[in-house]
């Protein structure tokens, strides 16, 4: 049994670490989120500034994630997201992703 705990433990600061590794850095999507444009239209604070464009701030890091993804595969089809995704990596994604679901 308390092999058992013990081998559980292991697993987990193993693992864990690795997890929230590929977590966005928030510090970093709050810089890219005005290098990259973001701003302009989702807004600093994350609410838009008109009716076209979605509120970003609080949705779900995962989400919005995902969503970037297919953007930039063009899966989801929208002009300018099409266009501002197309350029970002997978890590600039989680931290724009991190940054707008900490607002
Ligand atoms: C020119 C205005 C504009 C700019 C700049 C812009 N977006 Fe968008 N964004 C939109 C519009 C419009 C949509 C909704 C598209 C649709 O209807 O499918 C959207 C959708 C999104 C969504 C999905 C929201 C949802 O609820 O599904 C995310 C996430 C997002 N944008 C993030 C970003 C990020 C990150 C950047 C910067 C790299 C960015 N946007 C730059 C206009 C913009």
């Given at each position: 049994?308390?092999?058992?705990?013990r081998i559980i433990l292991?697993?987990?600061?193993?693992?864990?670490?690795?997890?929230?590794?590929?977590?966005?850095?928030?510090?970093?999507?709050k810089k890219l989120a005005?290098?990259?444009?973001?701003?302009?239209?989702?807004g600093s604070a994350g609410?838009?500034?008109?009716?076209?464009?979605?509120?970003?701030?609080?949705?779900?890091?995962?989400?919005?994630?995902?969503?970037?993804?297919?953007?930039?595969?063009?899966?989801?089809?929208?002009?300018?997201?099409?266009?501002?995704?197309?350029?970002?990596?997978?890590?600039?994604?989680?931290?724009?992703?991190?940054?707008?679901?900490?607002?």
């Open positions: 049994m308390r092999r058992k705990v292991v697993l987990l600061l193993t693992f864990v670490p690795a997890l929230s590794a590929f977590a966005g850095d928030v510090e970093a999507g005005v290098a990259k444009g973001c701003v302009g239209c989702h609410i838009s500034y008109g009716p076209v464009w979605p509120n970003l701030a609080s949705q779900h890091g995962p989400y919005m994630e995902a969503q970037l993804k297919l953007f930039r595969s063009k899966e989801r089809i929208d002009p300018m997201m099409n266009l501002y995704a197309s350029s970002l990596t997978d890590q600039e994604i989680a931290d724009l992703a991190s940054y707008f679901a900490s607002l």
